[in-house]
């Protein structure tokens, strides 16, 4: 025998799977690279107040139609959905963190997007795959300034029709609702001009608290003359798919796990099973069971589709909701505009190297307008908001990540018995099944909104 027949043939070696260290293992065990401690940020964001900004994006309007929601599960069924609804959303956030971790090592690089890591991928992946890295960026990018930018229109009209409401409650003006939007455009210039995640978390605080405070005095509605437990449905499947869409759309915030992570002082902080991600979803998620559950415990088949509709407008502590939450939405707008920002600044900002501070607050504040302007031109988005981001969130936070997942491990395996690529499978399925029937109840949307008198 022959030392030629002992080698491994071109084939064998081409299709075997070599087990290796992780990239991680590797470059600190060469001394090679860090990127966490060459990591540069002028003004990193500590854990809690990455935390708090978590808190903030998952906890948004959407928790409102948690109620609804559970109507359209049952009692016990909502329960055991949102639990799951909230890990495949966790989930899915943690897969795109920790592929970011993986590719920092094989790039050299300390930071990246959503974007620039589904570029990574791609590009160090098989060479199948590699020419799809452009239109992998670029949808990406696309995806993610549609919803979040739309978002910001859709926040600017939520805060203005709830001061609407109490104005005309109070002082009896008649105020028309674009009136109301224009009067938005300072101070939400305002907000859009802290300049960085660091100086934005107080504000995530006091959204938080606002926020706090007006599920607080919901809750104080919801607990008063309960009917009993089996005065409801437990289980209801013919509207299931319903409680998903509601749900996913509520909870998903992937456009901000990067941008938060990206800013951390300790971004290893971020995963692991007591880590920021982990915190911030497990007390989110409790919280929107006991709204859903107490929300339709309590109004059962006449729960709307936002429970503040279910609270007597007459009584002050009623309109100390809509004047908390509204307060809340406009803290949030600086979090959600930061997605926007960041990516039209990414693209334009190696241009602009005489005057970058001054050419960054001019672009916010053009942003900040064209998002008025789409508002006052259009104060019926909110539906076709629905739409985009039962389109956007399906796609960018349920496939996108399993899809980079899968090109991250293409060549070390997917696990004893290909578990990564069987539990995938299952997350495509629910992205898929929110993108149909997300979109099928936002075009219903649609249709309702100009089917009633447009707002003047």
């Given at each position: 025998m022959t030392m030629s027949d002992l080698e491994p043939t071109n084939v064998e070696l081409r299709y075997k799977i070599q087990p290796r260290k992780s990239d991680a293992e590797q470059a600190l065990a060469n001394n090679d690279f860090d990127p966490f401690a060459l990591r540069e940020n002028e003004h990193p964001t500590t854990d809690n107040e990455t935390l708090t900004h978590l808190l903030k994006a998952s906890l948004g309007t959407g928790i409102l139609g948690m109620p609804f929601a559970f109507m359209c599960s049952g009692l016990v069924m909502g329960i055991f959905a949102t639990i799951f609804t909230a890990f495949i959303c966790t989930h899915c956030s943690y897969v795109l963190v920790k592929c970011g971790h993986k590719l920092y090592y094989r790039t050299r690089r300390t930071k990246m997007t959503f974007a620039e890591i589904a570029e990574a991928a791609f590009q160090k992946g098989p060479k199948w795959c590699r020419g799809f890295a452009p239109v992998a960026k670029f949808s990406i990018l696309f995806g993610l300034f549609l919803t979040y930018f739309g978002t910001c229109s859709v926040y600017t009209v939520i805060v203005a029709t709830n001061f609407e409401q109490l104005i005309n409650h109070w002082t009896g003006w008649g105020i028309t609702l674009r009136?109301?939007?224009?009067?938005?455009?300072?101070?939400?210039?305002?907000?859009?001009?802290?300049?960085?995640?660091?100086?934005?978390?107080?504000?995530?605080?006091?959204?938080?608290?606002?926020?706090?405070?007006?599920?607080?005095?919901?809750?104080?509605?919801?607990?008063?003359?309960?009917?009993?437990?089996?005065?409801?449905?437990?289980?209801?499947?013919?509207t299931l798919p319903q409680f998903f869409s509601i749900t996913i759309f509520a909870m998903e915030a992937i456009g901000v796990v990067m941008p938060l992570e990206n800013n951390m002082k300790t971004p290893q902080s971020f995963l692991g099973i007591c880590g920021v991600l982990s915190q911030g979803m497990s007390g989110v998620t409790l919280i929107y069971m006991l709204l859903g559950f107490l929300g339709y415990l309590h109004y059962g088949a006449l729960t709307q589709e936002s429970i503040t509709l279910n609270l007597p407008i007459e009584e002050w502590p009623a309109q100390a909701v809509k004047l908390l939450i509204s307060l809340a939405v406009y803290c949030t707008f600086g979090l959600q505009f930061f997605v926007c920002l960041e990516i039209v600044w990414d693209g334009i900002k190696d241009k602009c190297k005489k005057r970058p501070t001054l050419v960054n607050y001019v672009l916010r504040t053009v942003m900040v307008t064209a998002a008025v302007v789409l508002a006052v031109a259009v104060p019926t988005i909110g539906p076709f908001m629905g739409l985009i981001g039962a389109f956007c969130f399906s796609i960018l936070g349920l496939i996108f990540p399993v899809v980079i997942e899968l090109i991250v491990h293409w060549e070390t395996g997917f696990g004893k018995y290909n578990w990564i690529l069987w539990k995938n499978i299952l997350i495509t399925a629910c992205g898929i099944g929110a993108l149909v029937f997300g979109s099928l109840a936002a075009i219903k949307d649609i249709v309702k909104a100009y089917q009633d008198p447009a707002p003047q």
């Open positions: 009136m109301l939007i224009c009067a938005m455009l300072i101070p939400l210039i305002l907000i859009a001009w802290v300049p960085n995640l660091k100086y934005l978390a107080p504000v995530s605080m006091v959204a938080n608290v606002f926020m706090g405070l007006g599920l607080g005095i919901t809750f104080y509605y919801l607990v008063q003359d309960l009917p009993p437990l089996p005065d409801r449905s437990y289980v209801v499947w013919g």
